[in-house]
């Protein structure tokens, strides 16, 4: 459906020969533009109806239509988060962009936005969880060890569509290094690295370097390991945001309150500081 939508766009003017296959492409664009449209906003309205609070994560739907979380651990602090302030919360993954417009129109709370000047004039945001480290994630058979900025001169870095970063990050990107920004989710991202199309990709993780790659290798099995090598880029608050004009904003006494307990009391540690294993672990 999704796919259907986005091929529209693509494909209506060079395939449309005459008026009437013109016609007839402009219509099976539209029902599908419409259907993909009725489709996300059916999930903020389904989410409402059953009583749950929404929180939009990084993911996408898998071939089967089930939610896939780009980081498995996540909806772990969602519950955590959950049972400590008495909200409904239910993780929802959706692609990045689409995230945004669900949290900007009201209908969801938004986790792991980085607080930029842009947003923070859309947003009011949480107090913080903590701080994820951003590492450069490579493989084995070209790994990128990152020291410094310099590291990346000439280099091709992923990130996911619509993501922000941090300011030194930003004022680098298509000068020092190049930005490939077409992503969705991370299971293309690693495509794209496997086949020498990017250099390294770009991730957001409270993992310690050695626990992150056990997972994504466990989530990403395949030709060529995937390794972090070198220090991290920076280090960014992991926070809750909410569209200051929604009513869900009356919320956030209570997401407030509960991180300050799990952050007082080292709730998240249990989450991350399981030792490191090499096996596919469920929980991964």
């Known amino acids: 459906m999704i796919q259907a939508a986005r091929c529209c766009m693509a494909e209506c003017l060079p395939y449309s020969r005459t008026l009437a296959p013109f016609a007839m492409q402009i219509r099976f664009c539209r029902t599908a533009i419409t259907t993909a449209a009725l489709f996300f906003l059916l999930v903020g309205r389904s989410a409402a109806a059953s009583g749950e609070l929404a929180v939009y994560v990084l993911g996408e739907p898998d071939a089967q239509g ?45 986790y792991g936005a980085e607080a930029t000047p842009e947003r923070l004039r859309k947003f009011q945001f949480s107090a913080s969880l903590g701080y994820a480290n951003q590492w450069l994630l490579s493989t084995e058979q070209a790994p990128l060890v990152f020291r410094q900025w310099e590291d990346l001169r000439n280099k091709k870095i992923s990130t996911m569509s619509g993501a922000s ?23 293309s991202q690693v495509k794209m690295l496997r086949a020498g199309r990017v250099d390294a990709i770009l991730v957001a993780s409270f993992l310690n370097p050695q626990q992150l790659e056990d997972k994504l290798n466990c989530l990403f099995p395949g030709a060529g390991r995937l390794l972090i090598r070198g220090n991290p880029i920076e280090a960014n608050p992991i926070s809750f945001a909410i569209a200051k004009d929604s009513p869900l904003i009356s919320k956030l006494p209570a997401l407030n309150s509960a991180i300050e307990q799990i952050v007082r009391n080292h709730k998240l540690l249990p989450l991350f500081n399981a030792p490191p294993t090499t096996a596919c672990a469920p929980h991964s």
Request: charged letters at 20%; aromatic letters at 8%.
């Open 66 to 110: 089930r939610p896939a979380h780009s980081q498995p651990t996540v909806p772990r602090i969602i519950d955590l988060v959950a049972s400590e302030s008495g909200l409904p919360l239910v993780a929802h993954p959706l692609p990045w962009r689409r995230a945004l417009f669900m949290t900007e129109t009201g209908q969801g709370i938004l």
């Open 165 to 187: 970063y941090g300011v030194e990050f930003e004022q680098r990107r298509n000068s020092l290094f190049k930005v490939e920004q077409n992503a969705t989710n991370m299971a």
